[in-house]
């Protein structure tokens, strides 16, 4: 079993920054990936960022250049940074855990609210 919990989020200004953390704790190990996912009221979840257990990262094309994903190994740790934040970013962003055996594992999830 995987725990993982979300903070970070809050309400911010149009062209602002935030930066979401998420602890995991349990049965963290092997060649796992660490992720971010939104969503907005009345629309599907989505993918945000993802980042493998040897750093490698992918983006989607709305947050590429704005947002960076990293993770903390050793701490069980995984980041977003979000700068340039537009109103259409406000969603509650989720952490999600991949183990290297197919399990698959949600934080609660975190508000995010661009707006003036």
């Known amino acids: 079993q995987v725990q993982l919990r979300e903070s970070g989020g809050g309400l911010v200004q149009p062209g602002g920054s935030l930066r979401l953390s998420c602890a995991a704790s349990g049965s963290i190990f092997g060649f796992d990936v660490l992720g971010w996912y939104r969503q907005a009221p009345g629309k599907q979840r989505e993918v945000v960022a993802r980042?493998?257990?040897?750093?490698?990262?992918n983006y989607a094309d709305f947050v590429k250049g704005r947002f960076t994903i990293s993770r903390d190994n050793a701490k069980n740790m995984v980041y977003l940074q979000m700068n340039s934040l537009k109103p259409e970013d406000t969603a509650i962003y989720y952490c999600n855990y991949e183990s290297g055996t197919g399990g698959r594992y949600w934080g609660p999830g975190t508000q995010v609210t661009v707006s003036s």
């Open positions: 980042v493998t257990r040897g750093g490698g990262t």
